[in-house]
């Protein structure tokens, strides 16, 4: 449904050009849920706000190519894109006060986005942004429609948004971090809410979370990203219970766990995330890897099997003993 | 680790009011009890944890345990010393003892001053030092918490988030505090950042055998730093004792439900998820009885009019709940709000 190719984004700055995107192609299909996990600068917002042609600035330079259903969407009129955007594809923001403004009540607002994609009348979109308010479990939606944001909690919020957000019925939903701000019994319900998306309008989403557990729970593909470049991408039980690249297991170990004996210390990765300034030649991960021989000065190419690939220079073989030697580890941790 | 000494701190009954609104606003004026009658006790080399969703009051209380707050009634005893009353000369030598680690390393640090002028800052506030000592003691304090001595020139913007969290650290290890208050000291990091925060100050601990209080609304955090976990919901502890046992074996439903609700990075674990419905009511007009009655599971008559009172289980574990769950696992629980996960 969503094919994206060699897509490149770089903003110009004073300090020279800095590539947050480089190179990055995936594919989206239909009513699937798609994970792309990162760290803050890995390119995991930038890559998809460029689908959703929403990068503004005149400082950035977009290459590559975004077909959504046959139409390449790169290059599209803002006019034509704005029809694409909001009935074909949406978009909903960590902090649901982005999207929502403060001077309308949630009606109002959602029933502009129903006018503005479809012939109905004003009473059919204020009575279709109650039937989304219903959808999405607000409580008594006939008096929310009438309320302004301030008066509805941050769950709510992110509700209300969710519904604008459904409201011409998008086959494509791109979630960034969209429970990030909650609470972890709200983001529950946030979470339920959007599996219950694809089996109810059928749906496909893409979900940018940097919290694994997200991914884990609802996604049925994942993508890793690290310094603009996919580093690891697969199903999420071949990700999660094979991953292949050093900065997954790294990604993973960082994680305290919730049950079972608790590790004396955290398996950290070593360092930060480099500057999109001053990356690294080669593998951009390399500096931080655990893993490292002179090979990694090299780009790796994302390259695997069975929908499994993974950017990294490590033979299979040495791979494999990586990674039983830290099941070991974990074992003898505890 | 307490059988025979003395807590460190010592909260009995602390209650926190803020005042809300004015005589012309629609409400009119309007308590909200942040923490409501909150008793805990902080032993000596523990680290305690507070757990809960955003009002719950943890961080209201973390301020009141460092007097960063007045206390509106309760007692706080630091060292068997009641300080709940104590004013800000009479607090001077305790400030020295009991320090706070911030959530966001970016508000809290002053732009517009050198990392080493930032650290020093507490000791030339705190007297009696030379330059000579506390330029030594910044450096120490540098490479204690693993930044380079040779940063000392540079401002806070140059430092990512994690070594800023870092330069927090260090300011508030200054003076060699006993306690430290850490409110969502990872919460603003990025995930392969927060555990390397998470084994410094675990490291920490051992060297100087500090004792922690540390708030986070991240279970597993919580579960990977601390020995006590305290779970509070609106203003007040429902459960408390030692960590493993209260994630293994929750005595309190939202505990069970708290727990059940992370999202866990295990793709084999099918896990029966309690799904709450509805938000945390306002602490502005909190409901009667029990105040989690409205969205818990298993409410009944006596949850709507009595509220129960943290009680010892046995085991060092304390619960404010009528109907405790038992330490067994029960499987006749699903039904009604259980969504599989």
Known sequence: ?334 | MNDSAAPLLEAVGLSKNFTIGGRLSPGGLKTVRAVDGVSLQVWPGETVGLVGESGCGKSTLGRCLVRLYDITSGELRFKGEDISRYGTRQLRPIREEMQMVFQDPYASLNPRRRVGDLIAEPLRVHGRRTQAEITARVRELMGLVGLSPDQLERFPHEFSGGQRQRIGIARALALEPHLIVADEPVSALDVSIQAQIVNLLADLQDRLGLTYVIIAHDLSVIRQVSDRTAVMYLGSIVELGQTEEVYRAPAHPYTQALISAVPVPDVDRVRSRIVLTGDVPSPINPPAGCRFHPRCRFAQDRCRTERPALRPLGDGRQVACHFPLTAAPAPARHGNGVAQA
């Open chain 1, 1 to 334: 449904m969503l094919q994206v190719r060699n897509l490149k984004v770089s903003f110009r700055t004073e300090h020279g050009p800095v590539r947050a995107v480089d190179d990055v192609s995936f594919d989206v299909n239909e009513r699937e849920i798609v994970g792309v996990v990162g760290e803050s600068g890995s390119g995991k917002t930038i890559s998809l706000l460029s689908v959703m042609g929403l990068i503004n600035d005149p400082n950035a330079v977009i290459e590559g190519s975004i077909v959504y259903k046959g139409r390449e969407l790169l290059g599209l009129p803002q006019r034509e894109l704005r029809h694409v955007r909001g009935k074909e594809i949406a978009m909903i923001f960590q902090d649901p006060m982005t999207s929502l403004t403060p001077v309308y009540t949630i009606g109002w607002q959602i029933a502009e986005q129903v006018l503005t994609h479809n012939a109905v009348s004003k009473r059919a979109a204020r009575q279709r942004a109650i039937e989304l308010l219903t959808a999405v479990g607000i409580p008594s939606p006939e008096s929310a429609v009438d309320r302004y944001p301030h008066q509805l909690s941050g769950g709510m919020r992110q509700r209300a948004v969710i519904a604008m957000a459904l409201s011409c019925n998008p086959s494509l939903l791109i979630a960034d971090e969209p429970t990030t701000a909650l609470d972890v019994t709200v983001q529950a319900q946030i979470l339920e809410l959007i599996q219950k998306l694809r089996r109810d309008f059928g749906s496909a989403v893409v979900l940018i979370t940097h919290d694994m557990g997200v991914v884990a729970e609802v996604a049925d593909r994942v993508q890793v990203m690290y310094a603009g470049r996919i580093v690891e991408r697969g199903s999420k039980r071949d990700l999660f219970k094979n991953p292949r690249h050093p900065y997954t297991w790294g990604l993973l170990d960082s994680i305290p766990p919730l049950d079972g004996p608790r590790p004396h210390r955290l398996k950290s990765i070593r360092g930060m995330p480099p500057s999109l300034l001053a990356l690294p030649k080669g593998c951009a991960f390399g500096p931080r890897c655990r893993y490292q021989f002179d090979k990694c000065g090299e780009q790796p190419a994302l390259a695997g099997s069975d929908g499994h690939d993974t950017a990294c220079f490590l033979s299979p073989e040495a791979r494999a003993a990586a990674w039983s030697q830290r099941l070991l580890g974990t074992k003898a941790a505890s």
